[in-house]
């Protein structure tokens, strides 16, 4: 069983930058793919970035490619997502999943374990 947590949440000017983390507990961490969702208010959660198991590949939603960067620390059993240039519409709740394969990522089903989430506030 794998247990999630999310930090680095925040209130952020358009603009600006925040770090998340996704600290993981609990299992075998490096045998997961791993991704980032959001919810904003009155939406769906939505897919937003996910990486493979060795951090040596990854997919992003059109909406945050090149503003966003997934990264992950095996050794820290932590995964890292870089926003960067953040807008008023990815204002949402955050969350981080985990799962082992590493197909139909933007699918929330498919995947196992998931945090709670972490608030990303940004102003215009």
């Known amino acids: 069983q794998v247990q999630l947590v999310e930090s680095g949440g925040g209130l952020v000017q358009a603009g600006g930058s925040l770090r998340l983390s996704c600290a993981a507990s609990g299992g075998a961490f490096g045998n997961y793919a791993v991704a980032w969702f959001r919810q904003a208010p009155g939406k769906e959660r939505e897919f937003v970035v996910a990486i493979n198991y060795s951090g040596g590949s990854t997919y992003y939603a059109d909406s945050v490619k090149g503003r966003f960067t997934i990264s992950r620390d095996n050794a820290k059993n932590t995964v890292y997502l870089q926003m960067n240039g953040l807008k008023p519409q990815d204002t949402a709740v955050y969350y981080c999943?985990?799962?082992?394969?590493?197909?139909?990522?933007?699918?929330?089903?498919?995947?196992?374990?998931w945090g709670h989430g972490t608030q990303v506030t940004v102003s215009s």
């Open positions: 999943a985990a799962k082992y394969s590493y197909a139909n990522l933007p699918s929330e089903n498919v995947y196992l374990y």
